[in-house]
């Protein structure tokens, strides 16, 4: 299905039946897209002070990524690309972790190991991910396989962006996902540009979601601005997932209003008029428009959310930043359940080039993404 679904239109008036939540949920979304975009300004401005190393921003993805991730229960798993960090948040990743990670500090439950802004959390089935394109999605296939053969009753949503559409992992994730009718469903996070390279470079079809049908499942291309219709999909294919119907397609048509990354200039290769197109249909001011026309809101409601949440990050970066690096040790440890003794060896020969070099400084170079 290509029609590009819609429940807000850009102006936040209803054109379509919204989901029945209550009045708690409706403002619960709005909070969480405010700590999305509060985070994303906190983090970027801790990147261009040399305080962390590396951003994926979501600025303009809120929608997409809180409209996903809110229908799934907490029983069920989170596959992730660059960008839903912010979302695993709102199904349980603590902030403190969060932030541990950017800083890949003591705190840091990938113990330093992975680059920053690449996150997990293991009470919310939220696996962490690779920057290689389009991997985590053969993993949650596999996972929601597995799943289903040890009868479990959970769904695993797998996140990854356009340009993962052109990956090997995404059409034998989809192929096996289709045969084995796996308990799975794959949110497409259609923003616009994979870097440089534009949705239109990256396929002829009318929409991503057209490459379901080759591999036996629904499709459907969402209008990702819209937090209630991004919802109100992503629910019907979960419940059809969890129902033992199979996967499905979901399409989120968005537009990342930043750089692919902290490293990136999108000024290289996006029209200014385009961006300001997009900059008009705000997710937020949209949801926000809806949410003080139903009576849930006033109009000073999203200044004071992100006030609050603004000084609850600041607050949590200030300890972050005061934690101690993890200890040498940990360079050897968990490889095996003891330090065999070529690591030992190898461990003592650092240590002795240390000694001598003293301690390490951070570089100066950019991240080549």
Same mark, same amino acid.
Request: net charge negative; hydrophobic share 40%.
């Given at each position: ?185 794959? !949110?497409?996070? =259609? ?5 440089? &390279?534009?949705?239109?470079? /990256? #396929? %002829?079809? *009318? ?12 499709? !459907?291309?969402? =209008? ?5 219709? &991004?919802?109100?999909?992503? /629910? #019907? %294919?979960? *419940? ?130």
């Amino acid at each position: 299905m290509t029609g590009l679904q819609q429940i807000l239109n850009k102006e936040g008036v209803l054109v379509g039946e919204a989901p029945d939540l209550s009045d708690e949920q409706f403002v619960e979304l709005l909070r969480n897209m405010i700590m999305i975009r509060s985070l994303d300004g906190r983090m970027l401005k801790l990147q261009r002070a040399g305080r962390v190393g590396f951003v994926g921003t979501a600025t303009g993805l809120e929608a997409s990524l809180v409209g996903a991730a809110a229908p799934l229960l907490p029983k069920d798993w989170m596959w992730s690309g660059l960008r839903e960090g912010g979302a695993a948040i709102t199904r349980g990743l603590p902030l403190f972790e969060y932030v541990a990670q950017m800083y890949c500090n003591s705190n840091d439950s990938a113990k330093g190991r992975q680059m920053c802004n690449h996150f997990q959390h293991k009470g919310s089935n939220y696996p962490s991910w690779s920057s290689v394109i389009g991997t985590q999605i053969t993993h949650g296939v596999g996972a929601a396989y597995a799943s289903a053969r040890r009868g479990e009753d959970v769904v695993h949503s797998i996140h990854f962006g356009d340009g993962a559409t052109s990956s090997n992992g995404f059409h034998s994730g989809l192929n096996l996902a289709g045969v084995w009718k796996a308990p799975c469903v794959f !949110v497409c996070i =259609d923003n616009g540009w994979a870097i440089s &390279v534009s949705s239109a470079e /990256q #396929t %002829a079809a *009318e929409s991503y979601a057209d490459k379901a049908q080759a591999y036996g499942m629904p499709g !459907v291309t969402v =209008d990702g601005n819209d937090v209630l219709a &991004v919802y109100a999909e992503m /629910q #019907t %294919a979960v *419940e059809r997932a969890r129902a033992g119907g199979g996967p499905s397609l979901v399409v989120l048509k968005t537009y990342r209003m930043l750089g692919h990354s902290s490293s990136d200039d999108p000024s290289k290769y996006r029209d200014d008029a385009e961006v300001q197109s997009w900059a008009e249909r705000d997710p937020l001011k949209r949801y926000e428009a809806f949410l003080i026309e139903r009576g849930l809101i006033d109009s000073s409601e999203c200044a004071a959310q992100e006030k609050a949440i603004v000084a609850e990050i600041d607050e949590v970066i200030h300890e972050q930043e005061a934690a101690p690096p993890f200890p040498l040790r940990s360079l050897v440890e968990d490889v095996y359940s003891e330090v065999p003794r070529h690591l030992r060896v190898q461990f003592n020969q650092f240590l002795e080039v240390a000694e001598r070099r003293g301690d390490a400084t951070r570089g100066d170079g950019a991240f080549p993404l």
